[in-house]
């Protein structure tokens, strides 16, 4: 069974950094398209970043240019760097894991089918 522990979260003042992990198992990572997908109350889930078996990343337009995200294949092991967090960066964070997709598709919650149990991200104003 696939299984995803997201870890790394919490609290933060805009313009601070924060990194957030996840901890891979019952998979091989390298054989995966990870995500990083990030949900507020009273919407779905949005796509933040993803990377593909290839290594190809694909980003949502708001975090372009401050969030990284990263993989270790040794270490089966998803890191999102986030940078300038603003206010609006504020949610709950899911990592995600499912086979290759296609590249236009990597930011489709529809796409993953495994995920993790979450970790809060808040930035202050």
């Known amino acids: 069974r696939v299984q995803l522990v997201e870890s790394g979260g919490g609290s933060v003042q805009a313009g601070g950094s924060l990194t957030l992990s996840c901890a891979g198992s019952?998979?091989?990572?390298?054989?995966?398209?990870m995500g990083w997908f990030r949900q507020t109350p009273g919407k779905g889930r949005e796509g933040v970043a993803a990377?593909?078996?290839?290594?190809?990343?694909s980003y949502a337009e708001s975090v372009k240019g401050r969030f990284t995200i990263s993989k270790d294949n040794a270490k089966n092991t998803l890191y999102l760097q986030m940078n300038s967090l603003k206010p609006e960066d504020t949610a709950m964070y899911y990592c995600?894991?499912?086979?290759?997709?296609?590249?236009?598709?990597?930011?489709?919650?529809?796409?993953?089918?495994?995920w993790g149990q979450g970790t809060q991200v808040t930035v202050s104003s």
């Open positions: 019952g998979y091989k990572y390298s054989s995966f398209s």
């Open positions: 995600a894991a499912d086979w290759v997709l296609q590249a236009s598709n990597l930011l489709s919650e529809s796409e993953y089918n495994n």
């Open positions: 990377i593909d078996s290839d290594g190809t990343t």
